[in-house]
């Protein structure tokens, strides 16, 4: 097993306060809410503490607030309580692949924006009446914030990738939160919901609650400390990122780090192959990412790059985390350079 000596994938470990509230959730037991009993009565003061944490962490209400737990079905949950069938589903060319997939679902009719070369999207016209607008809050890949929202009916707000980081647009009907981006656990999503009225659960269901009872409350209590916890600290990590970017300026770059989240940034390297880069990397002992952020698992061509007009050959993504070191980001740039040097070489051979 080679040794990792700096981590630079989107996984990051539990913050450490995190860790330890998880381990004593544990300890306090499993029991539901929902029920009657005094184990059921402790849960259920546990679990309206930590949700009024997390609120209060994410600038919403209470009453707006629904725990999920899978959040990749949070974006499902909030495009699709919104929609009608003669409603208009509007969405980046560069959003993610759950939005893609819930527009191609859609019975009714669907707009793609496209964006241009820093990330943003572009409408040339209002949006039709009764538009659903998917507003990617910040790009889980290139970490590019949209810079402006656009006029719509409803506004359904993917906060995964920027968390706490970003506020709220102005408008906004629904919001999906993943706990990942405050260096909470895996499998907690937080889905908010500005108006009950104006949503309705797009899930078969016989009864008023919005959404599954689908989480656990020791990630639920996980999730709620390592927010209180958790230290943007962006003036650090932006100034990391742009000593990453100088350095590896011979890539092609997406996004500009002044509209971007300060923890991300995605080259590209000409003449080259970003999953052996990776392979490079890993003998190294660096761990990073590559191809499209929302299907990852078989490193499939950027399409966030590719609607960007960019390259999308040599990708590698990178993830800036609250313990790296300038130290770490100039390891970790001499060793992807000697990498694309070599396979660049290669392949003039």
């Not at 009993?37 to 609120?55: P, R, T, V």
């Not at 350095?247 to 500009?256: C, E, F, K, P, V």
């Not at 061509?301 to 999308?312: E, I, K, R």
């Amino acid at each position: 097993m080679v040794r990792v000596t700096s981590n630079f994938a989107a996984e990051s470990p539990l913050h450490p306060k995190a860790r330890e509230a998880f381990l004593a959730a544990l300890d306090a037991g499993w029991a539901d809410p929902r029920k009657v009993s005094q184990a059921a009565d402790k849960a259920a003061i546990l679990k309206g503490h930590a949700i009024e944490s997390i609120a209060s962490g994410l600038g919403v209400r209470v009453e707006q607030v629904e725990i999920l737990g899978e959040p990749c079905l949070g974006h499902y949950l909030a495009l699709g309580g919104l929609l009608t069938p003669d409603a208009t589903l509007v969405y980046g060319a560069a959003d993610r692949s759950e939005v893609i997939a819930v527009a191609r679902s859609h019975n009714g009719p669907v707009q793609e924006l496209p964006v241009d070369g820093d990330g943003q999207m572009i409408s040339m016209q209002p949006l039709p009446k009764k538009s659903v607008l998917a507003f990617q809050l910040a790009n889980i890949e290139t970490g590019v914030i949209q810079q402006r929202t656009i006029p719509a009916d409803f506004m359904a707000v993917d906060a995964t990738a920027s968390g706490p980081r970003t506020p709220l647009p102005e408008g906004w009907s629904t919001a999906i939160f993943d706990a990942k981006s405050w260096q909470g656990p895996a499998g907690l999503g937080v889905l908010a919901i500005a108006d009950n009225k104006r949503w309705r659960s797009p899930l078969p269901h016989i009864s008023s609650i919005r959404v599954p009872y689908s989480h656990s409350l020791p990630l639920l209590m996980c999730a709620a400390v390592s927010l209180e916890a958790f230290n943007k600290d962006e003036s650090h990590i932006r100034q990391l990122n742009s000593l990453m970017r100088s350095l590896l300026s011979s890539a092609t770059i997406a996004g500009r780090l002044e509209q971007s989240l300060p923890h991300l940034l995605s080259l590209c390297f000409e003449r080259c192959d970003g999953e052996e880069l990776l392979r490079m990397l890993k003998i190294e002992g660096f761990s990073a990412d590559s191809g499209s952020a929302c299907t990852a698992m078989d490193l499939a061509p950027s399409h966030v790059l590719s609607a960007m007009g960019l390259p999308t050959q040599g990708n590698v993504r990178v993830a800036i985390h609250p313990d790296t070191t300038a130290v770490d980001v100039s390891a970790f740039a001499d060793k992807l350079l000697k990498a694309v040097e070599k396979m660049q070489g290669q392949l003039t051979r």
